[in-house]
């Protein structure tokens, strides 16, 4: 306080308090699979949201939607994982965990290769009826649908058919499953009145009679010649959205119901298909069916921009309109994700858009709005300030969070309100108020903030009503692809230039924004250290306090690799320090504070690093992958100079606290989903993560006790050197 240290530093046990959570989280974007959860309808106005959490579980959240919003009726966990399924064929994005709704009052999860699990959903509650083990050697189950006591999945070739029995037991009719001889299966959908199962499969779509007691009866495929990704009909119209091979995107087909059953296959009705030309590149991705609409989302790519957007169409007996009114879902001038074709969903009024999970509701005969609530978004970037206000900010949104019971913390307000056009690159304040722009972003695969070719566009953040963050306008940056790094009120950037030097720049950043394209304060060129040809990554720390960076080069020499590492000043004063890590396959992080650095090679090997004149040496290092329980560590959460917190990514979740001193470990802190950012509020240890926050005792080094007892800064004394 006012640059005294008072009072007595508090170390507590380790340990988790309470844990709070939120639905419809967001992926990661960047050169990744898009789907991230589950999004399923059981009723008109309620919906089934499942979030793949990174610890052994799924987080299922019921949620009633209406003009007003999103309101979560119930949540509750399940030991179900939730894994990816990427077609080798087709290089189309699905989950392998799924919902089959039977009604108003049930639905069935299915888990492939672990089980499926039948939940209530009386008085808005989730309630486990039944369970029924699968087994672990078996297909993945791709699809299913159902209704009242019958339902269907299908893994391969073959379509399963199942039956609530007494008891709510779960029972596989095993006399009824049925071999696809035209191709495999890829989604199922039943007819309006129940008697007919559609199944999208690689060879056409295949109708089955399930109306009979005696077993399920296969007709024909129709269009036999293409493969079909996802099909949806109501009583008048059947919309299928086709397959191609090798990752590109085919069309969206409408055909009436009346003309399939013909001798010959029937003309589309309407198709939506992709277009390119000199400045667009369009594919549809999805698409949701209604009684009377059509929503159909678009991938666009227009120079730099990529886009999703959703169209709605209107249905009759006639055809399907043109585009009545667009909705733009979101738009960024960076690489996003990969696109897939997506399972859209949409009942009533309502509609849920993969692959964010972003709620609309259709109004009048053409426009659409947004639809969010308290618990809607990803919670993965902890926001804390001095004046114990807690915020947790995703790609789309903020959340207030109240810490006053740590064993029950609560989301006050928020929801996933910023626009689409939003971009990755974030700025906001500092959270000590000081009003200095920082970036607010958190990496995705690479080990550092990564600006894309060319000039990037970065949106800033400003405290707004209630205390949520709100878009305040964007500036640009030009001179990437470069790596990011940021102190309170600079922006710096290491970008690649002739024969492997890199060039350093220093931002001054604005207090507000208003669309300006920044000038480097300074900049200077390192020379390089090894051929470029074999250089194949870049990492950037730096500390604003004592205006130090750190910048580590990769490079492969043969069939081994090394990394680079120069610490130095950016105002020029004292030496460049150089070292060398040997054996390094990739960095996984790097951080800089005090005297001190911080380096993660490989999610195992943790280095502390320190100056001797002109070299870096190594302090401590720890291999992680000898410890008595092995782990791997996949960021750097927080590094002060005596505590490292990294993120544990195998072979549970979490986050791990270690001592820089000595690389002794503190503490270890289980959490239910990837720890993505952490923070400090008073004495409570908060821990970000997509689909959730848990609250934690912070742990402290006794050296880093001892300093501060003794008033003692990060840094060592000017005139002592000690």
Known sequence: ??????????????????????????????????????????SNDRILFGERLGGNGLSLSLVRVDDRGLKRLDQRTLDIDVEHYFGSWDWSDGLLT???????????????????????????????????????????????????????????????????????????????????????????TLSPDGTVLW??????????????????????????????????????????QELLRYGDLGSVHVFRMAELGGAEEPAPVKSF????????????????????????EWFRLNGATRSYVVDRHGLSPAGVSSARGSLLVRESDEIGLL????RLVGRGQHAVLHPWRRVVTLEGTAAMAFRTGLHHGSLERIWAGEDGAVLAVGPFGAHGVDLGDPMAPVLTAGGMVFPPDTQRLRLAPAPSGSGALEL?????????????????VLSCLRPGEGGLLEPSGQLRVDGGPAALASAPGQLFQAALVDEGATRLRRFALPKSCAGELLRPASEQVIAPD???????????????????????????????????????????????????????????AMALAGDRALAVENGRNVYVLRRDGENIVVHVHVDLSQASSPIEVSRILSFDGSVAWLAISSPFVGALALEADDGAELARYPTPSPVRSVALAGERLVLGMNEAITIAAPVCAASQTARRAAGLSRGPDPETGQ
């Open 339 to 342: 696109p897939s074709p997506l």
């Open 199 to 240: 199944a999208a499969t690689s060879h056409g779509l295949v109708p089955i009679d399930v109306s009979s007691p005696a077993g399920p009866v296969a007709g024909p495929a129709l269009f036999p010649t293409q493969a079909f990704f996802n099909v949806q009909l109501n009583d008048t119209y059947l919309v299928a």
């Open 1 to 42: 306080m006012s640059g005294v240290c008072k009072g007595v530093p508090v170390s507590l046990p380790a340990e988790t308090y309470g844990t709070v959570w939120s639905y419809g989280a967001a992926p990661a974007e960047g050169p990744n699979l898009p789907l991230e959860g589950l999004a399923e309808f059981v």
């Open 440 to 456: 607010l972003t958190l990496p995705t695969s690479e080990s550092y903030v990564h600006q894309e070719d060319g000039t990037a």
């Open 530 to 588: 090894g051929p470029s040809e074999q250089l194949i990554g870049q990492t950037l720390a730096v500390d604003g306090e004592r205006s130090e960076v750190l910048l580590g080069k990769t490079y492969y020499e043969g069939s081994t690799s090394r990394s680079s590492l120069a610490w130095f000043s950016w105002t020029g004063a004292g030496p460049m320090a150089i070292g060398t890590l040997s054996g390094t396959t990739e960095l996984t």
């Open 273 to 296: 298909s992709p277009e390119e030309g000199a400045d667009l590149w369009e594919r549809p991705v999805g698409f949701a069916l209604f009684e009377d609409d059509l929503l159909v």
């Open 98 to 188: 799924f919902l089959v709704p039977l009604g108003p009052d049930r639905v069935v999860v299915v888990g492939t290769r672990q089980r499926l699990e039948l939940l209530g959903l009386d008085g808005d509650h989730l309630t486990s009826l039944s369970q029924h083990a699968l087994d672990p050697r078996s297909d993945s189950i791709v699809g299913g649908a159902g209704r009242g006591d019958r339902f269907w999945t299908c893994a391969g070739s073959w379509v399963s058919e199942w039956r609530v029995a007494a008891g709510e037991a779960l029972v596989e009719e095993t006399a009824h499953a049925l071999q696809l001889v035209e191709g495999s299966c890829r989604s199922l």
